[in-house]
Every structure is written in structure tokens, then in C-alpha cells.
């Protein structure tokens, strides 16, 4: 991290120690050839940067962090297993994930389905099992947003357009298709992230629609850096395979890098608009927002 | 259905419409491929016995069916979501299912992956979204039943260490382990249906024990009886490949047939001493053990 961000970096390393406690816990005592296949993935690192929203927005807004961790450890899970299942011999076929071998190189094709699929439903287990002092409402509008978000018309829904645009050359990416593809295969979780951390910290109506739009608009941000990191990376750095998404219906393959960078940084712009109402609280979020324009990796 | 069956035929005919009426309904004006891909796995027919179950139990405790409904479904997409994963190359390498043609043949080993994953989202999002009429408490008690039974300490724990069976020519399958493996692979889901149907109709503890106890004996007895008909079965009547968990760990290849069929009479037996404490409430689920152990598909 630039020295840009050394407040920010602090931050988030506070709030990833937190999570990782936490996520870990879920997974002490569980021996199963399948705990340690999902667990695998689940310490195989990576920036955390989805239940760092959530607890980020649950500071802002002055919540309890106790009441969203479970949610934001959740919300990883179901992240980690979109991972497993991407990286699939017949999805993107990659050996490399956060600079270890990919799920299915340790364990086989079959194993990290099923690793997939248990993720998916111990991030619903966990949020109903460990969320503690918040009303039942609350907790049921967390599952339905989380439910969504991960489901057919959000992630799995990005997720199945990348591929029928990759698979089949006939299918022609245009604007519309390459905005629904990022904004569901990544905006949606990230979305729900902030949106979740907002629910749980009871904010009003106002704020949730706030923090709602500034995280739609990040998480866009955020895959076209990716796929900007993609094209200029190098695998050491990015620590899975650089160069892959040659082919694929990403921004700088359809506007060119100097384009997309502009496009990202208009939404940085935007979201970071939408924390006004917030004031000085907002500041960690805000240097959140400028961090994944320059990122590097 | 024999002619000993055609009350229960009935209404299992009954409760399949409303069941199925309604889980189509979630699929309305729901257009994309991926949307598609699990469509056509959930139209694919099947017995819909978990539903069933979930409906039957609500039934014999005079509670709503209007809110058992949406669990119910939910319980047959995550039931269809296994299959789908089962089926895949890298697992089963199954071609056939339900008469059918298996998911990834119509779709491709990629979309199967990713539709199974979308409805198991579905599933939780359809709790969520049309529960009505009870408290909230009951919808999270729902939840948590249902993706810990899914999960990895079930329906995905019981896989696993199925595929570790078929594909570890070392591992040596114990009574401890084909119980393990067909408690939890089938039996899981079959337990949550009719533990789920009962909390959304405010059983007492009681009577779920009960219940409870009476779906775990049918899940595992409806589980022998699938490998002993798969031995013996053919194809066309199966709808599935026949023969084909010849090196697999079950009942009949463990006990061989006749052994099996006491284990799965004793089970049965079991489960109907459960219900004595309904009456003639219990008609439905009691005929219904029963056909489990004399159906021949």
C-alpha cells in the first residue's frame, strides 16, 4: 500500500484480524476431509475486502461490530466459494488463487464442488446460528439480501453471462451485457456488503440507500481495476494467473485501459459522493473508495 | 403405485400439484440461460417426496400449508441442486436423470455448476421472500434447519465422504461410515423437511422430536431401498442409469439384498412407532412409510 494510505492500511489490517478470528472459529473442531477442503480456501488469504465494508459501514453508522461479524464472515464465504467454483477445471480452468494452488489442484474436481456448496450454505447456518442482539427482522432481511445477491439474478447471474460470453464467440458483449456481467458477478456482493453492515447498524431508510449506491458504484470500480491489473500485471504480484482474461468481457478489453481508468475513477468520484450526508465518519470509507482506483495489485 | 397405495397415490398426487404450481411460480418471466438451466432441472419431474413430507406433517398437525409452502420448495431446489452437482463428470458422470438428460448434457458441465449453486441461493431467498403468517423466529429456525442439513455436517458431508468411498479404492467403508454417508446424503434433507414442516405448524418439541425421529428412520430406509432397486432395476423404469453404484458404498453391496431389505423393514417399523402418539392424523405419513419400502421405482 502507497504511504498514501497508511491510515486506511491500518484500518483494514485492525478489521481484518477481527474477521479472521472469527471466520476461523467456525471451522475449530471440524476434521472432515471437506471442513479442511473448505477451509483451505478459506485461509488462503485475500484483502478481506467485503466484511471490511461491512464492518467498515457498521463504524460509520456507530453500530455494534459484534452484531455484523457473523454476516460479514458470511458474506466472505459465500465470496470464497464463488472462487473455488470459478476457478473450475470447466469455468476458468486456473491453477493459481491468492499465489496457492486453486481448490480442485488440492483436492480434486469433485471435493471443491461440494467445498463450493458447503460454503454457500454455512454462510446462511452462520448468520442465523451466531447473529446475536438484533431484532429477527433484521437478520431475515440480511439472509434475503445475501440470498439474492450470491443468487441468479447477482453473482451466479454474472457469473453464468461471463461464461456463455467466453464459451460461445457468436455471443456479442455489448454495453449493456459488459455492465450487467461486473455489476452482478462482483457488484452485487460487494453491494450487499455495505447494505448488510447498514441493516445491522439500524440505519434509517436514507442510509441504507446512501451506502447502497456508493457500494455499487466501488464494486464496479473494483473489477475494472482488476481486469486493468489483469492485462498490466504480472502473476508473482497478483498471485493468480496474470494475463488470463485476454478473451473475456472485460472493460479494458472493450473501452481500452486509458478509457476504463476513467470510467473507474467517475464512479470513484460518485460513490464517494454519496458519504457527504456521513461527514468526517465517512473517512475511512472514503479512502477505502480512493485505494481501489490505485491499488496494485 | 400398487393398488395397497391408492389412497396415499392420491394424495401424494394432491400435494405434488400445489407443490409444484407454486415452485414453478418462482420461475415466472425468468428468462436468462442461467434461469433456464435450472428450470429444466426442477421440471424434470422426480417424486418430490421431501415437499411432500413437509407438506404431510403440516397436514397431520392441522397447521397452514400456506406457510409450510415456500419452505417446501425450497427444500425440493436445494434436493434438485444435489442432484445436479451429483450428476456432473467430475462426480458421478451421470447422463440421465429422471428419464432425462442430465443438466450439464443440455447445459454444460459450467452452467450445471453454476445453476446448482443459484438454487441453492434460491432456496434460502424463497424463505425469506414468501414466508408469511408465522413469526420470525420460526422463518430463522427454518433456515438454520435447513442449510445445517444441506451443509457440511450433512447433505454436502454425507457427498464428500461418498466420493472419497467410490474414488479412494483404499479407504475402507465401515457400518460407521456407510451409516455416516446415507444419514446424511439423503437422510439429511428427508429430516429438515419434516422437522421444517412441523415448526412452521408450532409443533411442540415434542411432537417434532417425534417427527424427527420418524423422518430419520424413512430417509435412511428410503435410501437402501434405492440402491437394492438399483441393483435390481432397470433403466427405463428407474429414469436413471441402472447398476451403475456397483463399487459404491451401499447397503446391498455392503449386507447384500436380503439383509438390506430387514435393515430398511426394521427402520420402517421405526419410523410408524413414532406416530402412535397422532392417531388417525398419522394415516398419510404411516401409508406412506410403508410404500417407501414396497415401491419399485
Excluded at 484480524?17 to 476434521?31: D, Q
Excluded at 473501452?255 to 461527514?279: H, Q, R, T
Aim: charged content about 25%; overall charge negative; some cysteine.
Amino acid at each position: 500500500m502507497t504511504s498514501n494510505f497508511l491510515d486506511l492500511d491500518k484500518y483494514i489490517k485492525r478489521k481484518t484480524l477481527i474477521i479472521e478470528k472469527n471466520l476461523y472459529s467456525y471451522f475449530e473442531n471440524k476434521n472432515t476431509i471437506l471442513w479442511q477442503a473448505m477451509n483451505y480456501s478459506i485461509r488462503a488469504g485475500g484483502k478481506r475486502l467485503r466484511p471490511v465494508i461491512a464492518l467498515a459501514v457498521c463504524e460509520m453508522l456507530e453500530g455494534n461490530e459484534e452484531v455484523v461479524i457473523p454476516s460479514a464472515c458470511a458474506i466472505e464465504m459465500i465470496h470464497t466459494q464463488s472462487l473455488i467454483h470459478d476457478d473450475l477445471p470447466s469455468i476458468d480452468n486456473d491453477d493459481l488463487r491468492r499465489g496457492k494452488p486453486t481448490n480442485h489442484k488440492v483436492y480434486g474436481e469433485a471435493m471443491a464442488i461440494i467445498a463450493g456448496d458447503g460454503l454457500i450454505t454455512l454462510a446462511f447456518y452462520t448468520i442465523c446460528k451466531y447473529t446475536k442482539n438484533t431484532e429477527y427482522i433484521n437478520i431475515l432481511k440480511v439472509i434475503e439480501e445475501l440470498s439474492y445477491a450470491a443468487g441468479p439474478d447477482g453473482m451466479c447471474g454474472g457469473q453464468a453471462i461471463d461464461i456463455i460470453a467466453e464459451k460461445n464467440k457468436e455471443f456479442i458483449v455489448d454495453e449493456n451485457i459488459l455492465n450487467y456481467i461486473h455489476s452482478n458477478k462482483t457488484g452485487a456482493i460487494i453491494k450487499a456488503s455495505g447494505k448488510i453492515g447498514a441493516i445491522l447498524s439500524n440505519a434509517s431508510e436514507n442510509e441504507i440507500e446512501l451506502i447502497t449506491s456508493y457500494c455499487k458504484n466501488i464494486g464496479l470500480a473494483f473489477q475494472i481495476i482488476d481486469d486493468i491489473l489483469d492485462v498490466k500485471g504480472e502473476t508473482r504480484i497478483l498471485g493468480k494467473t496474470a494475463r488470463k482474461d485476454i478473451n473475456k468481457a472485460t472493460f479494458p478489453n472493450f473501452y481500452g485501459i486509458e478509457k476504463s481508468i476513467k470510467i473507474a475513477k467517475e464512479l470513484v468520484e460518485n460513490a464517494i459522493s454519496n458519504l457527504d450526508y456521513f461527514g468526517n465518519k465517512a473517512k475511512y470509507l472514503i479512502d477505502l473508495a480512493y485505494y481501489i482506483l490505485e491499488r496494485n495489485y
